[in-house]
T-cell receptor, first 111, second 116 residues
């Protein structure tokens, strides 16, 4: 059974720092991996989608990598800003493209 | 182009009451999903519909039923609500035709349900 883990559960850093969020999964047979952002009391915003054949995707200050063989993905945020404060969730797509989710990393960027 | 819409946004029920959560997408997606999110946990799949006319159970289907009314709409019904069903419910649809975003799932804003 696929399991997705995100470490750390919470992270607080000063504004301007570069940071890395981690996501690991137990079964490398995935179709794709998505990173989402969730603001308190709000819905889910898709940030990046990495297909199983890809190694990384970039969008603005965000870069996500995927290493299927080791069961890992990282989300790199450059030059963090207070507006980046949110919970970041990763999810892997298995059979029938059902998403299996991590519990998220709550990120706080201190001004 | 509204994407994925859900109604209602908030609902409070008493134990034993029934209700239907509505979801609609205007992106011509074939597949639709219902997830629930509990505090401190990732989302869990309740039911999904791979295409119009089909539905299948996910990880946590007990206490729920679904209807894929047409290609656009996928509803989730709680026949006899229980406090354990207090959660945030998200509907999603999946793109299979956009090559740049192949198999990406798009989410609605969620329904916050409290069962007393």
């Amino acid at each position: 059974k696929q399991e997705v883990t995100q470490i750390p559960a919470a992270l607080s850093v000063p504004e301007g720092e570069n940071l890395v969020l981690n996501c690991s999964f137990t079964d490398s047979a995935i179709y794709n991996l998505q990173w989402f952002r969730q603001d308190p009391g709000k819905g889910l915003t898709s940030l990046l989608l990495i297909q199983s054949s890809q190694r990384e995707q970039t969008s603005g200050r965000l870069n996500a990598s995927l290493d299927k063989s080791s069961g890992r993905s990282t989300l790199y945020i450059a030059a963090s800003q207070p507006g980046d404060s949110a919970t970041y969730l990763c999810a892997v797509s298995g059979s029938n493209y059902q998403l299996i989710w991590g519990a998220g990393t709550k990120l706080i960027i201190k001004p | 182009n509204a994407g994925v819409t859900q109604t209602p946004k908030f609902q409070v029920l008493k134990t034993g009451q029934s209700m239907t959560l509505q979801c609609a997408q205007d992106m011509n997606h074939n597949s639709m999903y219902w997830y629930r999110q509990d505090p401190g946990m990732g989302l869990r799949l309740i039911y999904y519909s791979a295409s119009e006319g089909t539905t299948d159970k996910g990880e946590v289907p007990n206490g729920y039923n679904v209807s894929r009314l047409n290609k656009r709409e996928f509803s989730l019904r709680l026949e006899s609500a229980a406090p354990s069903q207090t959660s945030v419910y998200f509907c999603a649809s999946r793109s299979i035709t956009d090559r740049r975003r192949l198999n990406e799932q798009f989410f609605g804003p969620g329904t916050r349900l409290t069962v007393l």
